[in-house]
């Protein structure tokens, strides 16, 4: 008969470098060139952006671009 699995402990291989915090995880690795996106999203519940400054944030420092409601396919607005 095969091995037991149900009921049986399984080491986890991975256990040591999670807690001795040797672990690589994927925010630890970087990409030449790799942009990173953020979505903003309003704090307050059920409001609505009516004023979006483009080129305020465009003129930040590291952005690249702002993509808004508008960008995106008409199909994909609702």
């Known amino acids: 008969m095969g091995a037991?699995?149900?009921g049986a402990r399984v080491k986890r291989l991975e256990d040591?470098?999670?807690?001795?915090?040797?672990a690589e995880y994927l925010d630890d690795?970087?990409?030449k060139g790799c942009l990173h996106a953020v979505?903003?999203?309003?704090?307050?519940?059920?409001?609505?952006f009516t004023n979006i400054k483009k080129e305020a944030?465009?003129?930040?420092?590291g952005v690249k671009s702002v993509l808004?409601?508008?960008d995106l396919p008409k199909e994909?607005?609702?």
Do not use: M, N
């Open 4 to 6: 037991k699995f149900f």
């Open 16 to 22: 040591a470098s999670l807690l001795t915090g040797q």
């Open 29 to 31: 690795i970087s990409f």
């Open 39 to 48: 979505f903003v999203r309003s704090p307050f519940s059920h409001a609505r």
């Open 57 to 61: 944030a465009l003129s930040l420092s």
């Open 68 to 70: 808004t409601l508008e």
């Open 76 to 78: 994909a607005q609702d």
